[in-house]
């Protein structure tokens, strides 16, 4: 049976609006955050009738009585403008303490702290969070009518705090995080060509992959330790031009090497999480994409979706303890993301009814995926968890925003 | 470890997974603190830091500098016009092949002139495909027009995938104008 957990209100420690302000948006989003992994948290509903909660001696009979064997206390202030919060848990059966932890921050962003304390909670239950993870998408919003731009944004987990990393009014597409949380590596049309660039996101500076200069890149990823890319590769022109490949290379772009050498179009690549098997998708013909795994080193190439005419888009779950790859399949005339199991070769089909929905992208836990999908013309971000139960949009502002990449569980 | 005794999550992952779970919980669980608060945490938000800019519904990340980029949407005027594809198709139709004959006497007629191949795709599909297809249509055209004696020195090849349609809009009539190779010369 799941453990059943009461959050009861933060309790601003002075009585200012700001304190109050903070502890409204902090209780909403540490729910939030816990009910996102499933937690079983106890409804309001059957303690509003308590005595208040005395957050340093909290009566343990109450809590029992409402059938909460964990009680989450958070108190907050404001002080000079700092934001300290106050995590306790306590085991309602002993009134043992479990956890007591504070964390100070800039008071402008109380929702950090809420999905700090919501992974420590998460921790103690075995379950490595996502709270404080970003998603990397691409969004139009900024272009002005008769123009395209589509430029990479950042926004939080669950849709919060959008933030633009690139601004160059061109064609900005397929962010890949790095697994360190670092960079972005993304598809820029700035120069006119397709260029793979990494924008190094908190030094505000922007390289340009070095394999990229004879040829175009046209999809990446990030190896699991950050050190080394996989891309789809086209010579810039003359033989072998158009005939995309595997490469990989380091994360800078030097000493490419070629992995895949078919006459077949391949691309896409995703790394295993352990680095030891690239996935990708290879369309031996026009029209029939089909998923591929093989080695890091190219050997042992071989299909494993067994579904479907044409799937594109792999995604590898990045949990060991999920041997499964989510991509995208054309279902009787519909785009929809699925999520083919490795070990047994089964396919489960994620999305259904929500129009077309592409790019799906997996949590750094591997318990939830992120993609796209167009609803009455409109393209934007939905989440849900690993089966494919309780589809969310993101509210991640006005647009198309389209090709999520979830980034690592911890940004800075 | 006080988790080990009252932490009534452990009870479950224990009985489950027991030594998978136990070596997650040694790093995973922090140490006991009983009653004591620690010293202020290291939270770290990430710091929009100085954007010169500040992007609707939010603020920019860092401090990227503007690279010149003006923004498009309609492809560079062209002396040379488009060649269209059929659906989930780069094979040149004869239309097409008609259209890249006056194409190479063009070329020939205005020496040391180079040319974009850009290729794209109608919005079916999904993007890393697109981008396949866009290049293939690109290599097509570049197949050809150097099988009729334009020297590939003087093309390049490369492709849009779905990004950048010449006209909005869902249906064949849109679609159809969508899928084609564009001749840029502007570069």
Redesign the interface.
């Known amino acids: 049976m799941a453990?059943r957990v009461a959050v009861p209100d933060c309790v601003p420690r002075t009585g200012d609006e700001p304190a109050r302000e903070a502890c409204k948006t902090i209780s909403e989003v540490l729910r939030k955050d816990l009910l996102f992994e499933e937690m079983t948290i106890v409804s309001d509903n059957l303690y509003k009738m308590l005595p208040p909660l005395k957050p340093d001696a909290p009566n343990f009979e109450d809590w029992k009585s409402v059938g909460a064997?964990?009680l989450v206390i958070t108190k907050a202030d404001v002080t000079a403008g700092v934001l300290?919060l106050?995590l306790?848990l306590h085991?309602v059966?002993?009134g043992?303490?479990?956890?007591?932890?504070?964390?100070?921050?800039?008071a402008d962003?109380p929702r950090?702290?809420a999905h700090?304390a919501a992974d420590?909670i998460l921790?103690?239950?075995?379950i490595?969070g996502v709270a404080r993870s970003?998603i990397a998408f691409v969004s139009d919003?900024?272009?002005?009518k008769?123009?395209?731009?589509?430029?990479i944004?950042?926004?939080d987990y669950d849709g919060a705090?959008?933030?633009?990393?690139?601004?160059?009014?061109?064609?900005n597409?397929?962010p890949a995080w790095s697994p360190d949380g670092k960079a972005i590596a993304y598809i820029s049309?700035?120069t006119?060509?397709?260029e793979l660039f990494t924008?190094?996101?908190?030094?505000?500076?922007?390289t340009m992959f070095a394999a990229g200069r004879s040829g175009?890149v046209?999809?990446h990823s990030f190896s699991p330790d950050s050190k080394r890319m996989a891309y789809?590769f086209?010579p810039?022109?003359?033989k072998g031009?158009?005939?995309?490949d595997i490469w990989v290379a380091n994360s800078d772009g030097t000493q490419p090497q070629r992995l895949t050498e078919t006459a077949a179009?391949d691309?896409?690549p995703t790394w295993s999480p352990t680095g030891r098997e690239i996935a990708f998708?290879r369309?031996l013909s026009?029209?029939a994409?089909q998923i591929y795994v093989m080695d890091s080193e190219g050997l042992n190439q071989r299909r494993v979706s067994t579904i479907g005419t044409?799937n594109?888009?792999p995604a590898w779950n990045p949990a060991k303890e999920f041997t499964e790859i989510a991509y995208?399949s054309?279902l009787e005339g519909h785009?929809e993301v699925a999520v083919v199991d490795l070990t047994n070769g089964q396919t489960r089909q994620i999305t259904q009814g929500r129009g077309n929905c592409?790019?799906p992208t997996w949590s750094p836990n591997g318990r939830h995926l992120a993609f796209c999908c167009e609803n009455r013309?409109r393209w934007q971000i939905a989440v849900t968890d690993r089966m494919g139960r309780d589809v969310e949009i993101l509210p991640s502002?006005?647009g198309d925003n389209?090709?999520p990449d979830w980034g690592p569980a911890a940004?800075? | 470890m006080?988790?080990l005794?009252?932490?009534?999550?452990?009870s479950?992952?224990a009985r489950v997974a027991a030594c998978v779970?136990m070596a997650?919980?040694f790093t995973?669980?922090?140490p006991?603190?009983?009653?004591?608060?620690?010293?202020?945490?290291t939270?770290?938000?990430?710091?929009?830091?100085?954007?010169?800019?500040t992007?609707?519904?939010?603020?920019?990340?860092?401090?990227?500098?503007?690279?010149?980029?003006?923004?498009?949407?309609?492809d560079s005027p062209s002396p040379l016009a488009d060649v269209n594809f059929e659906y989930?198709?780069?094979a040149l139709t004869p239309a097409a092949m008609e259209i890249l004959q006056r194409h190479a006497l063009w070329f020939k007629d205005h020496p040391g002139v180079r040319a974009?191949l850009q290729g794209h795709c109608d919005e079916r599909?999904?993007?890393?495909?697109n981008?396949?297809?866009g290049?293939?249509r690109?290599?097509?055209v570049?197949d050809y027009l150097t099988s009729v004696g334009v020297p590939?020195?003087r093309?390049?090849?490369?492709?849009?995938?779905k990004?950048?349609p010449l006209v909005m809009g869902?249906g064949e009539e849109s679609w159809a104008k969508n899928r084609r190779v564009h001749f840029?010369i502007s570069?």
């Open positions: 453990t064997q964990v300290n106050e306790r085991h059966a002993s043992d303490s479990m956890l007591a932890r504070r964390f100070s921050n800039k962003n950090y702290l700090q420590e921790a103690l239950a075995n490595r970003k919003r900024d272009q002005v008769g123009k395209v731009a589509k430029e944004y950042i926004m705090n959008p933030r633009r990393v690139t601004v160059n009014r061109s064609i597409m397929l049309y700035r006119g060509m397709p924008a190094w996101i908190y030094e505000g500076r922007n175009k046209y999809a789809a086209s810039a022109a003359g031009s158009g005939d995309m179009s691309t896409a998708t369309s026009i029209g994409p044409y594109d888009g995208t054309r785009f592409e790019a013309g502002g006005p389209k090709y940004t800075q | 006080i988790v005794k009252n932490n009534p999550w452990m479950v992952v779970a997650v919980l995973g669980c922090p006991k603190r009983g009653n004591a608060v620690s010293g202020p945490g939270a770290r938000p990430v710091e929009p830091g100085t954007g010169y800019g992007a609707p519904g939010g603020s920019d990340v860092g401090a990227m500098q503007p690279d010149g980029g003006t923004g498009y949407n309609i989930d198709s780069a974009t599909g999904t993007v890393e495909y981008l396949a297809l290049e293939q690109s290599r097509a570049y590939g020195t093309l390049s090849t490369m492709s849009f995938g990004e950048r869902s840029d570069g």
